[in-house]
């Protein structure tokens, strides 16, 4: 879907029936709003009390229905060019007005009107600013992404310092605030958003005034705090960085011994299977030469047998031959 398709109520559609849920809307919307009621001034909470309000570009009502639970006798409104939004923000909170309407031209005047993260989904936002002023009577609260240099594709326009005119036709800047998520435990924003009120100027005191001096001071003064944070945190990272060079570079040297070791380990390997089988076949034959002497022996001891059989028939011969001869004197010598 292209940039031009993104604003299209055919887009929006799309993406409250399909993936809204899926991509955490809920969640990201409640975080959002949650944001921009904790970092409110104190003079306009005090505001927010019987007054009627208006949320534009209420998605599927988690900020209309924040608003109502917090400030509860503001008479407030949600509204949408989503159908589709509109019908599932009826359903969840059937207790708030929500209803279609054109942002560009809200069809009923408000006391305050709030809109969060809508405006960076526009080529031209402070075009459609001045349109939401002509349907504000007191203030209009606006929060934003600030500062946003890698954009999302849905998002069409970085906001800076000086973005945002002091003055616009009978409205002035009466606060700002910039509120770094990243520090957030559980954020689900990483980067910075930014929270403008344009009011009246009939309505500004002189009390209005200094509050959003004073406030406007110790923004300054968190900001200062927050660079140096981030600063110390760079340096930290780059130490980390330098560290883990090192370690990377002992893993290296590490690897390369273990490779060396491997090698000398696979040579010790083959010596000792050689010696193994060198072994093995000494055994085997150490086995066969145990098996010749011991047929040898057999052969041996059969000899022996047969030799005492020899003599025993020649030591019987040399008896029959001594009788013999002791006969053959006798008869013989008889006879001369």
């Known amino acids: ?9 055919e887009y929006w559609d799309e993406r409250f029936i399909n993936d809204w849920e899926e991509m955490d809307g809920h969640q990201q919307t409640n975080f959002f709003v949650d944001i921009l009621m904790n970092n409110l001034p104190e003079w306009m909470k005090n505001t927010l009390q019987g007054v009627t309000v208006c949320d534009a570009g209420c998605a599927e009502g988690q900020g209309a229905y924040k608003f109502k639970q917090k400030y509860q006798t503001i008479d407030i409104d949600g509204i949408d060019f989503s159908e589709v939004a509109i019908e599932k923000a009826k359903e969840l909170y059937p207790d708030i007005r929500f209803f279609k309407d054109d942002i560009y031209n809200l069809s009923k005047f408000y006391d305050i009107i709030f809109t969060s993260n809508v405006l960076e989904h526009f080529n031209n936002p402070f075009e459609l600013v001045e349109k939401l002023l002509e349907k504000t009577k007191q203030h209009l609260i606006i929060m934003v992404p600030f500062q946003e240099v890698e954009r999302l594709s ?3 326009y970085t ?3 000086d973005s945002f005119p002091i003055g616009i036709n009978e409205f002035v800047v009466s606060y700002f605030k910039e509120i770094d998520c990243r520090l957030i435990q559980n954020s689900l924003w ?3 958003q ?6 009246k100027q009939t309505l500004l005191t002189e009390k209005n005034n200094i509050n ?3 406030t406007l ?5 968190y900001m200062k705090s927050v660079n140096e944070r981030l600063h110390e945190q760079k340096r930290e990272i780059l130490r980390l960085s330098d560290w883990g060079s090192e370690l990377s570079r002992e893993v290296k040297e590490k690897d390369s011994l273990i490779e060396e070791l491997n090698v000398k380990v696979e040579k010790i390997s083959t010596y000792v299977q050689k010696q193994q089988r060198d072994l093995e076949e000494k055994d085997q034959l150490i086995l066969d030469q145990n098996q010749k002497i011991n047929e040898v022996s057999l052969w041996g001891k059969s000899l022996y047998e047969q030799i005492l059989e020899k003599n025993q028939i020649i030591e019987e011969l040399n008896k029959k031959i001594e009788e013999v001869s002791t006969y053959i004197r006798e008869n013989i010598n008889g006879t001369d």
Do not use: P, Q, R
């Open 1 to 9: 879907m292209s940039k031009l398709d993104i604003n299209s109520n």
């Open 154 to 156: 849905e998002h069409f």
């Open 159 to 161: 906001f800076n310092y």
């Open 190 to 192: 990483d980067g910075k």
């Open 194 to 199: 930014a929270v403008v009120i344009y009011t």
């Open 212 to 214: 959003s001096i004073v």
């Open 217 to 221: 001071s110790s923004d300054l003064e």
